[in-house]
């Protein structure tokens, strides 16, 4: 009798399992594979409102309607919109109201804002906060010799100034050429005043103003921090008329200067 042959060994067949060590690769390659997959979105929340910021001077908290208005030669008509030299106005080579506008003007070293109602809201946040009109006025010296700043106090400062400079072609702002309104000007919290710069005798400057064409005018009101005005109106005028049959002179409101 025959004897029987050894069988060969048969290949498994597709899908049989895999050796220890390369199951475990691929398993990991698997798990690498599913770590780039996108996580799910999820939802978004909406960001925590911020407040908007801040841009130039808050609501006002301070009012001038009840401001006492100082007697005194000058004052203002409001039916004519006008100053006046005891009740005589006076001419106006330019006259700034701020009826809801600056009207030109800016300011350094502090905020300027037309105020709610009428006026120019002035809050000087450094020394030397400076005033400046619109450049260009070219305005006549010679006729037009008075500054007129009417203005109430709103919030006092430690340090007043009370000062007006100019410029004009031949030169621009300096201490050489400045004025001052009369002594006891300064305005005390929640009153008005008109500060009266009399550019034909200045401090400094001798006739430069009488004898130019002023481009520019700046007004310093505190030389500190933290005063707050309402300013009415801005005009520059023709100086006082002069008595009948008397030399011209100033009038004694105009002196001594501060």
């Not at 770590?35 to 910021?53: H, K, L, S, V, Y």
């Not at 330019?94 to 809801?100: P, S």
């Not at 550019?199 to 430069?208: L, S, W």
Request: charge should be negative; glycine fraction near 8%; proline fraction near 12%.
């Amino acid at each position: 009798m025959p004897l029987a042959r050894p069988q060969p060994a048969r290949s498994k067949p597709a899908g049989s399992k895999l050796p220890g060590p390369l199951l475990a690769l691929v398993a990991a390659g698997l798990l690498l594979a599913g770590c780039d997959e996108p996580r799910p979105r999820e939802p978004q929340r909406n960001p925590t409102p911020q407040p908007a910021p801040a841009t130039g001077l808050p609501p006002a908290n301070l009012s001038a309607d009840d401001a006492v208005e100082r007697a005194g030669p000058f004052g203002w008509d409001a039916s004519a919109e006008a100053f006046t030299w005891r009740g005589q106005p006076l001419k106006a080579g330019r006259l700034w109201t701020f009826d809801g506008s600056t009207d030109g003007f800016a300011m350094s070293g502090g905020e300027l804002l037309p105020a709610e109602t009428a006026g120019l809201r002035v809050a000087e946040r450094a020394v030397d906060a400076a005033i400046r009109s619109p450049s260009g006025l070219e305005l006549d010296g010679a006729r037009f010799s008075l500054v007129l700043v009417r203005l109430t106090r709103l919030r006092a400062a430690e340090i007043w100034d009370g000062s007006l400079h100019y410029s004009t072609a031949a030169h621009g702002e300096a201490a050489e050429f400045m004025d001052k309104p009369p002594a006891g000007s300064q305005p005390l919290v929640n009153e008005t005043v008109v500060l009266a710069f009399d550019m034909a005798e200045p401090v400094m400057g001798g006739d430069d103003w009488t004898t130019s064409l002023i481009d520019q005018i700046r007004i310093d009101l505190d030389d500190s921090e933290g005063g707050e005005f309402l300013i009415h109106q801005i005009a520059v005028t023709e100086p006082p008329p002069a008595a009948p049959d008397a030399e011209p002179a100033a009038p004694d409101a105009l002196r001594p200067k501060t």
